[in-house]
């Protein structure tokens, strides 16, 4: 089973501020097979990336994704009050695992 | 536009089993994935299993294969996960899930508002 680790566990920010939050695999994600959700408290998950970098139909252009094999990367690059919530990566090269997510607080 | 809609909570014993329900409308019902995945709380996301209604082939994560199982309708385009056995861990926010590939294992663009199911004796 691919582990997925997230990092950090929480991250605090400010409006406007940049965001990278990270998806370390236990071994290599071929094909870039990963995507990210975005959860808020009661919501389901929302699909943001998929296929490590491409924008999911309605997702504005300040979330970004990249990297590839064991290293990936969520970027939100000027950070909006709506953004504040939980990110998950999910591979799904090998079955499926989720990384334990990354809460996103307000600093 | 597609859309999920989940059965309700419940509350089970221990050793029982429970069946939860996802119903589709808008889109292809039979041609795409549906995916379960569960969240205990304050936990993170965990992959349960899925079906491709139109292959009749489940795909269970290791750790619930013999536990549980999952069925589709086509005639009502509803979905089901029955899980078996349940114990105090099975606790959680089920939800499910439609992705637009038709392939397994996949990602997923359509939610179910979810389904509480609560294990408690």
């Known amino acids: 089973e691919i582990v997925l680790t997230q990092s950090p566990g929480t991250l605090s920010l400010s409006p406007g501020e940049r965001a990278t939050l990270s998806c370390r695999a236990s071994q290599s994600v071929s094909g870039r097979y990963l995507a990210w959700y975005q959860q808020k408290p009661g919501q389901a998950p929302r699909l943001l990336i998929y296929?490590?970098?491409t924008r999911a139909t309605g997702i504005p252009d300040r979330f970004s994704g990249s990297g590839s094999g064991t290293d990936f990367t969520l970027t939100i690059s000027r950070l909006e009050p709506e953004d504040f919530a939980v990110y998950s990566c999910?591979?799904?090269?090998?079955?499926?695992?989720f990384g334990q997510g990354t809460r996103l607080e307000i600093k | 536009q597609v859309q999920l809609v989940q059965s309700g909570a419940e509350v089970k014993k221990p050793g029982s089993s429970v069946k939860v329900s996802c119903k589709a409308s808008g889109g292809t019902f039979r041609n795409y994935a549906f995916g379960w995945v569960r969240q205990a709380p304050g936990q993170g996301l965990e992959w349960v299993g899925g079906?491709?209604?139109?292959?009749?082939?489940?795909n269970y994560a290791q750790k619930f294969r013999g536990r549980v199982t999952f069925t589709a309708d086509e005639s009502t385009s509803t979905a089901y996960m029955e899980l078996r056995s349940l114990t105090s861990d099975d606790t959680a926010v089920y939800y499910c899930a439609k992705d637009i590939s038709g392939s397994l294992p996949t990602y997923f663009v359509f939610w179910g508002q979810g389904t509480l199911i609560t294990v408690s004796s």
């Open positions: 079906i491709i209604p139109i292959l009749h082939i489940p």
């Open positions: 296929g490590a970098s």
């Open positions: 999910q591979q799904y090269y090998s079955s499926i695992t």
